[in-house]
């Protein structure tokens, strides 16, 4: 590791110069923190030392509530980004350890070989896998017309 090479999740920023990098005041780091949004690494003396990570996510916070979220829905929003990030790194493990198995990667008609999302969900009006409904009278053909139409509303 050179010596200008810095650990992402090792934490070396103190409060103010992490402010200053993301724009924010120190307080509004404490408030993050004390809401859960960000948990800063801290010194035997208990200062808080923020990584390159914590930096990252901060910028994250405050693009969240530029756009208008609260601090509950940034806690959501950033819970749910983790979340998917993990899983999607589990899928690519599998997605690994299938071929080596000697397992075939995709099997024909499971969902991840359907295609477009509207053919692998059949059974939706308008969609492969159920005909449209049609009025009494009127024959059966792939995209018929549909069983309640503009005309057939009451006015008011």
Known sequence: ???FDVDPTRGVYGISVAADL??????????YERHGL??????????RRYSGDDLLRLERIGALLDAGLNLAGIAM????????SRLRARLGQVDEAVPAA??????????RDAGPRSAARPGRPGR?????RTRPGEEDVPGGTPLVGPGDLPRP
Do not use: K
């Open 38 to 47: 960000v948990a800063p690494a801290r010194t035997d003396g208990g200062t």
């Open 77 to 84: 929003v950033l819970r749910l980004e983790t979340d998917n």
């Open 22 to 31: 993301v724009g924010m005041d120190p307080q509004s780091l404490r408030l």
């Open 1 to 3: 590791m050179r010596p």
């Open 102 to 111: 000697g397992l075939p990667t995709a099997v024909a008609g499971s969902p």
């Open 128 to 132: 492969p896998g159920r005909p449209r």
